[in-house]
């Protein structure tokens, strides 16, 4: 398995795997994720099997203000979790993000979203609230948070290319 940057014909592929791991209301509308993706701050990486191959699996990462990241959203297919494709694109969109600058990134995810939770929190990321109705008006969700500096100095994410 591969991490790749994202090419314009992966955007069905991304909207079916986001539909797939998650449910309507809650999953992105094609729109909805074609405007993310195309947000000039924005950035997207897809897993693959090959860089010819369909997607599996992406993560979309928007630089917002001064030095603050969020990451939008990561969806990997339900056949492809626990291989560790889950924290390869999590360390590619958090190495994007300290590229460009970020030293913060905060990110929101269901309250019974488990599995994602424990992902987060293996890499460093801490639960600072919880958002009432935050998926659609009746989910509540966790904000969580990163520094991409440590007390130590040591700064950013470790990405090694392909």
Not at 51 to 67: S, W
Request: proline share 4%; charged share 20%; glycine share 8%.
């Amino acid at each position: 398995m591969m991490v790749r940057e994202y090419h314009e014909g992966d955007l069905e592929t991304l909207y079916r795997i986001d539909s797939a791991c998650f449910p309507k209301g809650i999953c992105f509308s094609r729109q909805e994720l074609h405007f993310y993706i195309n947000l000039s701050r924005a950035f997207t990486y897809v897993a693959a099997p090959s860089l010819t191959a369909a997607a599996i699996g992406f993560i979309l990462v928007l630089k917002e203000a001064r030095a603050w990241g969020h990451i939008i959203t990561l969806d990997l297919l339900p056949a492809y979790r626990r291989q560790q494709l889950g924290s390869r694109l999590l360390t590619r969109g958090e190495t994007q993000l300290w590229q460009v600058g970020v030293t913060q990134i905060y990110l929101e995810t269901a309250i019974d979203n488990q599995a994602a939770q424990r992902l987060f929190i293996k890499h460093g990321y801490r639960c600072k609230g919880r958002l009432p109705g935050y998926y659609q008006q009746k989910l509540d969700a966790y904000r969580m948070f990163k520094s991409l500096v440590d007390p130590a100095g040591q700064a950013g994410p470790l990405y090694e290319a392909e």
